[in-house]
């Protein structure tokens, strides 16, 4: 650590070395003052809110034979606070619970409390220069309103202060403690859920509570944070991206109310619209970015803060603001997406987060009223001319090919099922969760599946248990055909995801954008072969061999070849098989944060039935030592050099020391062989496509190799969600 941080020092010539110290020693300054400030004075904005934008003005249409019991089911939860987030099932959240814990890690429930209408219950909590301000915003709260512990990781049962400043919040630092469950339920990306509940009860769904019980709770909700964490106070404005996310929640979810003519009294109007102020201002005050790197935070940052200067009115600050994010969301979308349209992440679930961002982004851009693009077009901050004719901002030529490559992205790589292969991390982050896709099972079935469930006690076995799927993303292709209505896109997504167009539509008011295909604009992922196949035909000595067989002789019947050669994901299928193979870079220009050591690794379906999975991921920052096993070699399907790792996975949680230099020597129709050099030495990995099955030959001159083969570890969408880790480990070593 220390030789790689000497190792940058001398790397960067002295001029700039002398300017990026000086800017830390005013940026750390900058801080002390402010927390200063912050312990004297009031940090709530002292101006009242305004009255706030919205994007759009109509619902979108019912089928009248919709089922919606799934989501009658999961607002059941959340008017009860019970929430499901990061595998902990679903748990109500309250001042006081008492937490199973986690991998034998749990800490003490603290005493519960009384919350009294007056906001007593704050003072000891809240900063003494917040609490009467606290105070009178939850005086506003429903007296019947039992509060949610936002501060609390239930999982384990660690508790972060309220009246901690944000820059103080340590986390990671506790083993069991993961900072990312109380950061998952402050973006609240239920909220606009609870909004749908309320369309439908209004519309006269009797199955439904009353439509003004799904109002009650998203005001409660919303006043009881805000009286809770005063801006710059607790764990929940430590991280911009969260406070980013929890914004366009909160806007999305308001907007989808009044749309359908729900009203709110004006002081949760002016508080609100001045917490979505002061979102914004703490956004820009924490971007996360840096020279050296930027990744899907500074993503959402920009995203959130567009959101934001779209609703608040138009003045100079918000003007510039949203020049600044119109801005920056163009150099981030050619950053962070290659030209095919994969993403930078080298993650399969970080695509689908980062290309939603893009979508609802671009949407909301197009759809500006005229008086934010007047504003947008005379900033002096804002470097896109508009279009001459029509009163629309003209993006980039290459941008639209690339949006409409996402979608493509996601449409290729999916499995007959539906759902993505599993390469490098997944959080089963999102932007929004407007209408995700979730299994229904029942309590027993779930604790069954899955390992973190066993001691699962909220609910009884015979109860309905509505599992998230977060590897369906068909949802994004609906998302992005919202802008470009093709045929293919909308009969992958299905009817199911219909709605996410219609969003999309609705906040770019109905614009639609010319598709590449009707310019003739073919993506080349449908058309790559790389190599001879006179490559697999050389005599490979001392290799270890695994065959996979099918039953009759057709299994090359259609086979077609999809390759993304950027993101190092290269795919055979036919009407019987799926076989994906990882070999590429490492991703976010070499830094790795959520990629694995899994190069060379494959995922295999044949004939519906996977044979090789990826195991997923587990934890974070709250259990490194699994966070690594999950990341490492060990358990993926690649050829394993004993003892060692082809990437360093001791320089921190996000970051993979070393590069790879992963290639392919052949991929075509008789198959894939490819090396990498993490080993130092070369590895190599040839597969055979047959008939009647698939072969895999590993070898690696002048070393032992083996492979292992994990048993199939069924896991949630979200981390931390693992059947069956015993089977994982009892081949590690084998």
């Not at 799927?469 to 802008?483: C, E, M, Q, W, Y």
């Not at 072969?529 to 006179?534: M, P």
């Not at 060990?634 to 060692?644: D, L, M, T």
């Amino acid at each position: 650590m220390i030789q790689r941080f000497f190792q940058r020092l001398t790397s960067v010539p002295p001029h700039q070395l002398i300017k990026r110290i000086l800017q830390k020693f005013w940026a750390k300054l900058k801080i002390y003052r402010r927390r200063i400030l912050d312990r004297r004075q009031v940090s709530f904005t002292i101006e009242t809110g305004l009255p706030l934008n919205r994007p759009f003005h109509h619902f979108p249409s019912y089928v009248p034979d919709d089922d919606w019991s799934w989501l009658r089911g999961v607002t059941s939860h959340y008017l009860s606070h019970r929430f499901d987030l990061l595998g902990s099932g679903w748990v109500r959240v309250f001042h006081g619970m008492n937490s199973r814990g986690v991998a034998g890690c749990h800490f003490e429930p603290e005493p519960a409390i009384t919350a009294d209408k007056p906001g007593r219950w704050l003072r000891g909590r809240i900063n003494p220069a917040n609490l009467a301000e606290a105070q009178r915003i939850w005086n506003l709260i429903d007296a019947e309103y039992c509060p949610i512990d936002w501060h609390l990781d239930f999982k384990s049962g660690f508790r972060w202060r309220e009246d901690t400043w944000y820059k103080d919040i340590q986390f990671g630092h506790l083993p069991g403690v993961d900072v990312k469950v109380p950061w998952e339920l402050a973006r609240m990306q239920h909220l606009p859920q609870l909004a749908w509940a309320y369309a439908l009860a209004k519309q006269g769904n009797q199955s439904f509570c009353s439509p003004e019980h799904y109002q009650a709770e998203f005001r409660n909700q919303v006043l009881d944070f805000i009286a809770t964490n005063p801006p710059r106070w607790g764990v929940n404005w430590s991280c911009a991206m969260d406070v980013a996310i929890r914004a366009v929640n909160w806007l999305m979810a308001y907007n989808l109310l009044k749309t359908c003519g729900a009203q709110f009294d004006r002081q949760f109007e002016s508080i609100f619209s001045r917490s979505i102020y002061e979102h914004g201002k703490h956004i820009v005050d924490n971007l996360e970015s840096s020279l050296r790197f930027r990744g899907n935070h500074y993503l959402s940052d920009i995203v959130g803060l567009l959101f934001i200067s779209t609703a608040l009115p138009c003045d100079r600050q918000t003007n510039h603001w949203l020049a600044f994010s119109v801005q920056e969301l163009i150099k981030e979308v050619q950053l962070q997406f290659h030209e095919d349209g994969s993403n930078f992440e080298a993650s399969t679930s970080y695509h689908r987060l980062s290309a939603e961002l893009v979508v609802y982004a671009t949407a909301l851009v197009l759809g500006l009223s005229e008086k934010k693009k007047q504003a947008l077009r005379s900033s002096k901050y804002y470097f896109v001319e508009p279009e001459s004719k029509q009163a629309l901002i003209k993006f980039p030529a290459w941008y639209f090919l690339r949006l409409e490559r996402m979608a493509e992205f996601t449409m290729h790589i999916a499995k007959s099922d539906g759902h993505i292969p599993q390469f490098g991390d997944n959080d089963n982050g999102r932007l929004l969760k407007l209408l995700p896709v979730y299994q229904k099972m029942f309590v027993s079935q779930a604790k069954a599946c899955y390992l973190n469930l066993t001691e699962y006690a909220e609910l009884s076995d015979d109860e309905i248990y509505w599992m998230e799927d977060g590897l369906d993303h068909r949802h994004l292709v609906a998302a992005i055909n919202g802008l470009f209505a093709r045929a293919d896109f909308e009969a992958f997504a299905g009817v199911s995801s219909a709605r996410e167009s219609q969003i999309v539509s609705m906040l770019s008011q109905n614009l639609k954008i010319i598709s590449s295909q009707c310019a003739g604009k073919k993506n080349a992922a449908c058309q790559i072969q790389i190599g001879s196949s006179s490559a697999l035909n050389q005599n490979k000595k001392d290799f270890i061999e695994t065959r996979f067989t099918a039953c009759g002789a057709d299994l090359r019947h259609g086979l077609e070849l999809i390759a993304y050669p950027n993101f190092g994901f290269y795919l055979f299928r036919s009407t019987r098989l799926y076989l994906a193979v990882r070999c590429g870079s490492v991703g976010q220009n070499g830094n790795g944060g959520h990629a694995h050591n899994d190069q060379l690794a494959i995922e295999l379906v044949i004939d519906g039935k996977p044979l090789v999975t990826d195991p997923g991921t587990y934890h974070y920052t709250a259990l490194p030592v699994q966070r690594n096993l999950y990341r490492s070699a060990r358990v993926h399907f690649v050829p394993h050099i004993q003892n060692k790792e082809p990437g360093d996975l001791t320089l921190g949680e996000f970051v993979i020391g070393g590069d790879p230099r992963a290639a392919v020597i052949y991929f075509g129709l008789q198959g894939f062989l490819g090396r990498h050099e993490g080993y130092r030495n070369p590895v190599y990995r040839q597969i055979l496509i047959e008939d009647d099955g698939v072969v895999v030959k590993d070898f690696a001159p002048g070393e032992k190799i083996s492979q292992t083969i994990c048993e199939k570890v069924p896991c949630s969408p979200a981390y931390g969600v693992i059947q069956n880790e015993a089977a994982v480990l009892r081949n590690l070593y084998q």
